[in-house]
């Protein structure tokens, strides 16, 4: 007995140091299982990407947004956003509400990408509002200019009702373009409606042609 523990004492420090620290490691692993199954059983409901804290919501009475339009990648995130705060603060909704209610206004691939984010990523409502813009102001659809218009052409054999569709369906993206220069870009795309082209020539429109008509 007595060599048995003299041998326990005669450890090697470099093996001593190597028990110690995988007895810390075995401890540590321990802990956080447990930790991970009290939050499981105990904290509040809600994305594991929110933090325990910004999971805990007190929804208002009879809560609901109308008329608000999913986000799909498309519109600037930073616009859609500041119509999606003043619609959930105008139903009384704090930024508990803002951040717990926000995955459900989201299309599926905007969707996914919240679900593919680290768990507690987000501690408050702004840290969420500041990662979705970045991510999504790199891919949405900016504003066109008058150059955009102008390199809507009419195209060989393309009746001139679906020249006029495309160049108007652009004219909706550009913001503050004046009548002079849709109607410089128009004429300047009749490439092959060379007859329409002579005559507006010869007599400038006040607007461009077919824009009054209903779509077919």
Not at 37 to 45: S, V, W
Not at 131 to 140: K, P, V, W
Not at 161 to 170: A, E, G, P, S
Request: charged share 30%; glycine share 4%.
């Amino acid at each position: 007995m007595i060599q048995d523990r003299d041998l326990r004492y005669n450890i090697p420090p470099k093996d001593a140091r190597d028990r110690i620290n995988r007895r810390a490691t075995e401890r540590a692993v321990h802990e956080n299982l447990r930790r991970i199954e009290y939050d499981a059983a105990h904290a509040p409901p809600g994305l594991r990407q929110f933090s325990s804290q910004l999971r805990q919501v007190v929804w208002p009475q009879n809560f609901k947004l109308e008329k608000l339009k999913k986000y799909d990648g498309k519109e600037n995130p930073e616009n859609w956003i500041t119509l999606y705060e003043i619609a959930v603060r105008s139903a009384a909704g704090d930024e508990h509400v803002l951040a717990n209610y926000f995955p459900v206004v989201l299309d599926q691939a905007s969707h996914q990408w919240l679900l593919g984010l680290p768990e507690d990523s987000f501690d408050s409502w702004e840290e969420l509002r500041q990662a979705f813009i970045d991510n999504f102001i790199a891919t949405c659809e900016q504003p066109g200019n008058k150059y955009d218009l102008e390199r809507i052409r009419d195209r060989k054999n393309e009746p001139l009702r679906d020249y006029i569709r495309r160049f108007l369906d652009m004219c909706l993206k550009i913001p503050k373009i004046s009548h002079g220069e849709a109607i410089s870009a128009f004429i300047k795309g009749l490439r092959f409606h060379e007859a329409l082209r002579n005559k507006l020539l010869r007599k400038r429109p006040t607007t461009v042609p077919g824009a009054d008509q209903p779509p077919r």
